[in-house]
C-alpha cells in the first residue's frame, strides 16, 4: 500500500452493502488459546492484518505451528505446557498492544526468557498494569520504566492471585485468565466492566469460569486446569472497523448502508448507542447468538439533524476505540457535546484525546480539553474547502481511518499522509470505501 493518499471531493450518494473483515480482537484470542489447546483448532474468516500476523509470528517463534489459506487458518495446539523455544528467543508483537499484553499470560509458566518487543509506538507504551498482576503470579520481569523492550521468564508454579482491576482494561483482565489457566487454584479478579471476548470464549470452551455482575464491577473467578481440547471459530464480522462505514453513511446525505454478519457484543456497541442518542437512524438485523457471542446485520440510514450529546461515562469502556469517529459526528451536531473521564484515549497508539482535539480545530470546530476531558462545540453547516494535511498521528491507524472519514464526508482537498497504518487492524479499508463510490487517489 502506497503511504500517502489525496481526497479532493466528497463522496457522493449510495446505497450499498457490505461485509466487513474479521473481529480483530476475536481473531487475535482464538490464535493464543488455540496455541494452548490440545490438537488442531481451525479459524475461518481470521483478520487478515499485521496486528493478527504477528500473534500468529509469535506462536510460531514459540514452537507452534499453523496453516492458513485464504479460508481458514488452523493452529496445532500442544497444550497448556506446549511451547518449546530457546532462551531469550525475540518476539516482536508491532503495533499490538493486545498481543502483548495478553502474552504475558501465556508465558506465565515457561522456563526459558523471552525479550518482547514492538514497533516505535507501542514502545512508548506503559506496560505497568499488566506487569504488576504478572509478578504476583510470579512471573519474573524487567524493563525499563515499564516499557518495551521486556524480559519475561516464567514460574514453574505460578500461584492463583486476587486482583483489583481498575482501569477497566479487557487486556490485563485477559491476560490475567491466561495465566490462572495454569495454576494450581483459584484466581479471583474484580475488574471494572469492559470487553469481554476472553470470558465467553472460556465459557464456550467449558472452562471452570465464574462471572458475578454488580453494579460496576464484575467478580470474575477462574481456576487453574490441566488442558483443553481444540475448537473450531467462525470470526464475525469487526465492530470497530464497522464503526468507520455507520459514520460515513451518517454523514453522507441521502444514503444507506447494510454491514453484514457483525459482532455487536455489548461490550463494543457503545458507538451504536451513543449515535442513536445523537438522531442517527441504526437498526439490528437478523440477530443471532453463536458460541456466546451476539451478531447481526447492522442499517445504517444518513442523518440530516444530530443532537449534540452529554455522554454518560459509563458508555466509555464501550466505545475506547471508536471516541475519534464519534468526536467527529459531534462536529456536525447542533449543539455542544461533552465527554468526561475519557483520559484512557490518551494511552492508545497516540494520545488521541490530543489528536481528536487539534484535528476538530483544525477543520474549524470550536473546543474545550481537559487531561480526561473534552468539550465540543457542534457547526452542522461544516463544510470545508481548505487544504488539509495530516501527517502527525504516530502511524495511529484509527486516526488516520477517521481523517478519510472526515475528508471524504466534509469536502475540501486533502493530504493523509502514513496509509500504511491501516494494515495495522484493516488493509482493505480503502478498497471498500472505492466499492461505495469514494474517489481517492
Known sequence: MKKVV?????????NKKITIPGDKSLSIRFILLASQAIGASTAYNLLNSEDVNSALSA???????????????????????????????????GNSG???????????????QIILKGDKSLSKRDFLRVIEPMKMFGQNISSNKYKLPIKIKGTIFPRPINYVEKKGSAQVKSSILLAAMKTYGITKIKTLQSRNHTEKIFEYLKLPIKIKKEKKFDIISLKGIKNFRSFNYIIPGDISSSAFFIVLTTLTNNSKILIKNVNINKTRTGIL????????KITLKNKKVYKGELIADIFVKSSNYIKPINCPTKMNSRTIDEFLLIFLVCAKANGVSTF??????????TDRLKF?????????????LTHDSIKIFGNP???????????KFDKDHRACMTSIIAALTLGGRWTINDIDSIN?????????LKTLGAKIN
Do not use: W
Open 6 to 14: 489525496y481526497i479532493n471531493q466528497k463522496i457522493k450518494n449510495f
Open 59 to 93: 506462536i510460531k517463534k514459540l514452537g507452534i505451528d499453523y496453516k492458513i489459506n485464504n479460508k481458514s487458518c488452523t493452529i496445532y495446539g500442544k497444550g497448556l505446557n506446549g511451547f518449546k523455544f530457546k532462551n531469550n528467543t525475540v518476539i516482536n508483537a
Open 98 to 112: 493486545t498481543l502483548a499484553r495478553l502474552i504475558f499470560g501465556l508465558l506465565i509458566n515457561t522456563k526459558n
Open 273 to 280: 448507542d451513543i449515535l442513536k442518542l445523537m438522531n442517527v
Open 340 to 349: 468526561k473521564k475519557i483520559q484512557e484515549l490518551r494511552h492508545k497508539e
Open 356 to 368: 481528536g482535539n487539534s484535528f476538530l480545530n483544525k477543520i474549524g470546530i470550536k473546543t474545550k
Open 381 to 391: 453547516n461544516l463544510k470545508l474547502n481548505k487544504t488539509y494535511k495530516i501527517n
Open 424 to 432: 495495522t487492524s484493516f488493509p482493505n479499508f480503502i478498497n471498500i
